[in-house]
């Protein structure tokens, strides 16, 4: 079952506890026969990736990563191994999910706050209420087939309802502002409302972004007057600037705003 990191301080134990594993096997010599982390890695993850080979996913062992295109959305799960793994004392691995689109890229370009193809991506288990980061032990090979389908239901139960979000552009645009992982980071989430031609969210977004550091909401307020009058002709580069042009650009209404 995969360990459950909530916290810095667990997130330090864990560090602590894989390099005294290390260091306690770096001068002994390895038994023969041992299996190599690389190997145990690559198969494991590779088995992961083969139970979603049916919903048109692709393994890439270079990228230790599997991925699918769904539209102008490409999902994307990868494998994150410990910089501790030592060959039989500890072979720790993590899952990273994430959707990207080359069209939204390409409508940042001259449209958005932020540039790239990127709509959401993170660690696994902050996919889940609990918010917690996951990780796996495969060193045993008693217990890696258990670690293996822990794996896999994590991905069913956390990665594939976030990745159905992003099917279309029509089901990700209605269900938006309800999914956590995309709109954490509201400058990107604006840009990604716009290009889904949602204003109603996008406005939502920028109230949202506004709402701390303390002194934002002022500085927004003098950006978007001065874009008002006087609109800039290309992206600003101060990112709250930035903000308030594409909010004149789009058309934003931000009532008990501006």
């Known amino acids: ?20 594993r290390t260091q306690s096997g770096r001068f002994q010599p ?22 979603f080979s049916g919903m048109g996913f692709r393994w890439s062992r270079s990228g230790l990563r599997f991925s699918r295109k769904v539209g102008p959305f490409t999902h994307i799960v990868s494998f994150q191994a410990d910089s501790a793994n030592s060959s039989g004392s500890h072979v720790g691995v993590a ?39 996951l990780k796996w032990q495969l060193v045993d090979p008693a217990k890696r087939q258990a670690e293996i389908d822990s794996m896999v239901k994590t991905v069913h139960e956390l990665a594939i309802p976030a990745f159905e979000v992003c099917q279309t552009k029509e089901s990700l645009s209605a269900r938006l ?23 109603a969210a996008a406005e939502a977004l920028v109230l949202k972004k506004l709402q701390f550091p303390p002194n934002l909401e002022a500085q927004f307020i003098e950006y978007y007057r001065i874009e008002a009058s006087t609109p800039s002709l290309s992206r600003p580069n101060d990112r ?19």
């Open 1 to 20: 079952m995969p360990k459950s990191l909530r916290s810095l301080d667990d997130h330090i134990q864990d560090t602590l506890d894989a390099r005294r």
């Open 30 to 51: 390895v038994d023969p026969g041992t299996e190599r982390v690389a190997d145990v890695v690559a198969s494991s993850c590779a088995a992961v990736a083969g139970a």
């Open 95 to 133: 899952m990273h999910a994430r959707t990207r689109c080359i069209e939204l890229a390409k409508w940042r370009e001259t449209n958005g706050v932020t540039t790239g193809d990127h709509l959401w991506g993170t660690q696994i288990g902050y996919l889940s209420p609990e918010h917690e980061y």
């Open 177 to 199: 502002l309800e999914r956590p992982e995309m709109t954490w980071i509201p400058d990107w989430a604006v840009d990604i409302a716009l290009w889904l031609g949602n204003k």
């Open 240 to 258: 709250n600037h930035c903000l308030a042009w594409v909010a004149q650009k789009h058309g934003l209404r931000l009532p008990g705003l501006v």
